[in-house]
């Protein structure tokens, strides 16, 4: 298992356009195989922040849907991030 989490930050006159961009990502990353969960959102408290969560049975099948990365216009919104990538050996219910 791999979770892709994070945050990039975003002008915040412009996070809701961006994450309206978005939303065609979300849609074709829930349904790629090999995806768990894909989530992209505003962060309740800093108003440029926007929170990543990606979850992925394999890091091969992470990179058959990430292909070249964000579109141009949505890389160059982004004005900083910190996003890293987990793999995790074991998963158990709380």
């Known amino acids: 298992m791999l979770i ?3 945050s990039l930050y975003v002008d915040p006159d412009r996070r809701e356009a961006y994450l309206a961009d978005c939303v065609e990502v979300v849609r074709q990353a829930r349904s790629a ?5 894909f989530a992209i959102s ?3 408290v800093e108003p440029g922040r926007i929170n990543v969560y990606e979850r992925w049975e394999s890091e091969t099948r992470l990179l058959e ?21 987990y793999l995790i050996s074991a998963v158990e219910a709380p």
Do not use: S, T
């Open 42 to 44: 505003a962060d309740l």
């Open 65 to 85: 849907f990430r292909g070249a990365g964000p579109a141009d216009e949505q890389a160059v919104a982004i004005l900083g991030a910190e996003v890293r990538r």
């Open 4 to 6: 892709v989490a994070g």
């Open 33 to 37: 195989p090999g995806c768990v969960d």
